[in-house]
């Protein structure tokens, strides 16, 4: 049986975010209500100014619904990924390596087998998933994974199909593998959907390690990317650099740390990311193909020592600013859209788990920047690992500690 919370968010102070003309998301500056505070109040971690007004610690705003928080499992564990299944059910992928399906009623299935071995050595895993857009005919699926290989790990692209008992993964293979292989157990990404063209986009992370984090921007190199691929695995048509014979022709961007948070606007179609930053500077970023994000030439956050990050700058030449950033970190995971069909003031707002900082971030967007930011669930206490929009409309979300929740009204 689940447990019930109810959040009451009202106050006197706040606008109507809720509009029956359904404002799209470029007309939504005149409904955020000014009057509240950042929700961010803590000293940042360094004096690295932002290169624009409301790049961070925005306004504050605050849903006006009144909003039940569910808590429907406590029995995953270390659960990952999240997707919705055409019948309203969820499959989870567990970190160590299973995957569940989980009921509306929190109530879950056996592990299911079939599934090719994890190293789930520190941050490795079994990661991120989604599904086939035909998947209700051909019940494909595709995941990601920290895959052990003789010179070290990696993250590495799997598919298969759901066996029709649903006890099992039928025909798994590694479609692709994000090399280097390196002998570490950090920052592997990785978050994978479907473009609207029908290919596939993932995430990788740059390992962490001094070694290895210029090859964020190394186009020879798959780390620290975003990478789009078919589902063969081979470089997607109308990538950057399909035809630079200097670079991977699968990579779609570059210059990341590490990005476990990737979603579509369900307007635009434009893909949005989320990234970690070392102490301080994680960011949110719109992603335009071929553009270098950055890391680790800029960036607005420290090494955790406190020394800074290479020269210590924010901007150069060719490299793209982030929409927002947050300092101290929000220490971003998955995150998702939402249409607003059930809280109509959440309509093309943004949703980013937070992981360190144990809430919920909800922005609102509006012409490619945020702005207003929202907290929720932070009295929980929970590590929030990833999120999706029900078949309802609610969120579905994932804690790191084992449980999925239920937002909505």
Not at 247 to 258: D, F, K, L
Request: net charge neutral; with cysteine; proline share 5%.
């Amino acid at each position: 049986m689940c447990k019930i919370l109810t959040l009451l968010l009202l106050s006197p102070l706040l606008i109507n975010f809720s509009c029956s003309s359904s404002p799209t998301t470029e007309d939504r500056s005149e409904l955020v209500d000014s009057t509240y505070l950042p929700v961010e109040t803590r000293k940042p971690n360094s004096d690295l100014m932002p290169a624009f007004k409301g790049q961070t610690r925005i306004g504050g705003v605050k849903t006006k619904a009144i909003i039940k928080v569910s808590i429907l499992t406590e029995k995953l564990k270390r659960p990952w990924g999240i997707a919705c299944l055409p019948d309203g059910r969820f499959l989870i992928t567990e970190k160590g390596g299973t995957m569940r399906i989980a009921n509306t009623r929190g109530e879950l299935s056996h592990a299911i087998t079939g599934i090719p071995a994890v190293n789930s050595n520190g941050q490795g895993g079994l990661l991120g998933l989604c599904l086939d857009p035909k998947f209700s005919e051909n019940r494909m699926l595709y995941w990601t994974f920290s895959e052990q290989r003789p010179d070290g790990t990696l993250t590495s692209v799997a598919k298969g199909n759901l066996s029709q008992d649903e006890k099992r993964i039928e025909n798994a293979v590694v479609i692709y593998r994000a090399s280097p292989a390196y002998d570490g157990t950090l920052h592997y990404g990785s978050r994978i959907l479907f473009d609207k063209s029908g290919n596939l986009i993932f995430s990788t992370g740059e390992r962490s390690d001094l070694e290895t984090r210029p090859q964020a921007q190394y186009l020879n190199s798959a780390l620290g990317k975003i990478l789009r691929i078919t589902t063969e695995g081979k470089a997607a048509i109308g990538n950057p650099f399909l035809n630079n014979s200097t670079a991977r022709p699968e990579i779609y961007s570059y210059g990341h740390r590490n990005v476990q948070s990737l979603a579509l606007h369900p307007v635009t179609g434009d893909l949005w990311e989320a990234e970690f930053g070392p102490r301080g500077g994680d960011e949110l970023n719109l992603i335009k193909p071929g553009k270098n994000y950055g890391w680790p030439t800029i960036t607005y956050g420290i090494e955790y020592g406190g020394d800074k990050v290479g020269q210590g700058i924010t901007k150069a030449d060719a490299m793209e600013q982030p929409v927002y950033y947050w300092d101290p970190v929000l220490s971003p995971s998955g995150m998702t859209f939402n249409d607003g069909k059930l809280i109509s003031e959440w309509k093309n707002n943004l949703f980013i788990c937070g992981l360190n900082s144990n809430h919920i971030a909800r922005l609102v967007i509006a012409n490619n920047k945020v702005i207003g930011e929202e907290r929720l669930l932070e009295n929980e206490g929970q590590r929030f690992r990833d999120i999706v929009e029900g078949k309802d409309g609610a969120l579905y979300v994932l804690t790191d500690e084992g449980r999925l929740y239920r937002v909505g009204i």
